[in-house]
T-cell receptor, first 115, second 112 residues
């Protein structure tokens, strides 16, 4: 079965420090991987995606993610966290099921950046 | 910019009422989706549609139905609302794979 795991419910980091939000996946075939961010009472916003090519993917708001095939991971990173980065982050993987493409989402990780 | 609009941001309904959640997208996307978001469970797919008048069940379709009469509009219907359907509902659309999903702002439904 295809799945996504975000092992941390919450990540706390001080402003200016680097941050990592973890994601591991299980999928048959080549993975298409995505990160989304959700601010309070808002819909999800796309941050970045990995389809193929360079394992380090750069996205919006200074975020990047590293694809690691051997560890089946796609961790989200940022070199220097901002208080405004505090939000709920979702990892997702494309699932091909019954001939249809769908996205399967992780449970989400709440990022809290402290001044 | 792609815009996905959900008609109601907040709704309060009573048990047994019929509820309509409307979603419209303006980018001519063929694919549209309804998700339900609950704390600790992430997003779960209720129904999706790859074309007009076409629908497919997602992972949790029980208690829900959908309608897609026009390409830009995808409606979620709760035939008889129950308290366990209190949740945040998110509509999304996307171009053909591997295009990312574009989400609406969400509809927070409370069933009393």
């Amino acid at each position: 079965a295809q799945s996504v795991a975000q092992p941390e419910d919450q990540v706390n980091v001080a402003e200016g420090n680097p941050l990592t939000v973890k994601c591991t996946y299980s999928v048959s075939g080549n993975p298409y991987l995505f990160w989304y961010v959700q601010y309070p009472n808002r819909g999800l916003q796309f941050l970045l995606k990995y389809i193929t090519g360079d394992n380090l993917v750069k996205g919006s708001y200074g975020f990047e993610a590293e694809f690691n095939k051997s560890q089946t991971s796609f961790h989200l990173k940022k070199p220097s966290a901002l208080v405004s980065d505090s939000a709920l982050y979702f990892c997702a993987v494309r699932s091909l099921s019954g001939g249809y493409n769908k996205l399967i989402f992780g449970a989400g990780t709440r990022l809290a950046v402290h001044p | 910019d792609v815009k996905v609009t959900q008609s109601s941001r907040y709704l309060v309904k009573r048990t047994g009422e019929k509820v309509f959640l409307e979603c419209v997208q303006d980018m001519d996307h063929e694919n549209m989706f309804w998700y339900r978001q609950d704390p600790g469970l992430g997003l779960r797919l209720i129904y999706f549609s790859y074309d007009v008048k076409m629908k497919e069940k997602g992972d949790i379709p029980e208690g829900y139905s959908v309608s897609r009469e026009k390409k830009e509009r995808f409606s979620l219907i709760l035939e008889s609302a129950s308290t366990n359907q209190t949740s945040m509902y998110l509509c999304a659309s996307n171009p053909p794979p591997p295009g990312e999903l574009f989400f609406g702002e969400g509809s927070r439904l409370t069933v009393l």
